[in-house]
């Protein structure tokens, strides 16, 4: 991650970190004075948007510095790991955001369930509007500096803006006459994180093994490398996805008569073409093979 990039992440984070502590605030302020279960059940799937920052801002960090000789590969990986730390929190998030509404469905207690004011309705609607805004802000950026804690924090803000749909629902639902479904839509609420949270663990880990590149990346290399001078074949492909970054090996087959000099300067072009044609090419080792020039030759 370069210099640029961890700018551009670091400016995004700080300013969705005040957002959240805004909004937070706000609705946990209406849910208590509104007396709505599902409000406070979103403010705090909010709150745990604050530590996602938080951890999201400390992982860019700690990617960005460049390899030394402990971490010679970089340090990408650390930002896939905030990216399963801010699924973590926003899999409790989820639990403590249902478990209040179903403690409440359970003991099946209807008739004394006050329906919640309206100030819960307002922070509801302000709550969507701001989240979904966030996300779309928010993913742009990922996808521009191609960040997947960033795009993490993306789908955490629409889930807590999801959330705040539900809430919405219940408590409109309970101020006409059905205070039941204010603790059905904490519910509601649960799934959807507990969902969202799944997938963003899922895109983390995923990133955090030497999964090789898509086919269709793969095949472009090996036609980049046939294109170079010298080039008869490539032996071997092996590629990995090591963070944002990808690292690539491959063997090339050149003219086995070839001086040593000529054989480096075939296997640079290769080098070279490689990581110019992808910017996400970090590193790309070329070992070269000698080919048996005459007789395929003759066997011609």
Not at 100 to 105: S, V
Not at 159 to 187: E, K, T
Not at 221 to 226: D, K, N, P, Q, S
Not at 263 to 271: F, I, K, S
Request: glycine content about 8%; overall charge negative.
């Amino acid at each position: 991650m370069n210099k640029t990039r961890m700018q551009i992440a670091a400016k995004v984070t700080r300013g969705t970190l005040a957002a959240n502590i805004l909004l937070s605030a706000f609705k946990m302020f209406a849910g208590i004075f509104a007396g709505s279960a599902a409000m406070v059940s979103d403010a705090v799937h909010s709150i745990s948007d604050l530590f996602g920052d938080i951890i999201v801002l400390v992982g860019v960090r700690m990617a960005n510095p460049e390899p030394d000789k402990d971490h010679p590969y970089g340090h990408e990986r650390f930002e896939c790991l905030a990216g399963i730390l801010v699924a973590v929190i926003l899999f409790v998030a989820g639990l403590l955001v249902g478990w209040n509404g179903l403690q409440t469905i359970i003991a099946g207690d209807f008739e004394h369930l006050a329906a919640p004011g309206a100030l819960a309705l307002i922070a509801a609607v302000v709550s969507i509007a701001v989240k979904e805004a966030m996300y779309w802000y928010i993913r742009a950026n990922a996808k521009r500096i191609d960040s997947v804690a960033l795009m993490a924090s993306a789908w955490h803000s629409r889930s807590d803006g999801i959330s705040s749909i539900g809430s919405f629902a219940g408590i409109l639902g309970a101020r006409m006459g059905f205070p039941i479904l204010d603790s059905v839509a904490s519910v509601v609420i649960c799934l959807f994180i507990l969902k969202v949270a799944l997938d963003i663990y899922t895109t983390s880990t995923k990133k955090m093994v030497d999964k090789a590149c898509d086919d269709e990346t793969i095949e472009k290399m090996r036609e980049i490398a046939l294109a170079q001078q010298h080039i008869l074949g490539v032996d071997l492909i092996k590629t990995r996805v090591f963070g944002d970054k990808i690292y690539v090996d491959m063997e090339i087959s050149s003219d086995g008569d070839a001086s040593l000099h000529q054989a480096h300067e075939a296997a640079q072009n290769v080098h070279d073409a490689i990581e110019a044609h992808f910017p996400k090419v970090k590193h790309c080792m070329i070992h070269v093979n000698p080919a048996q020039v005459e007789n395929n030759m003759e066997d011609g």
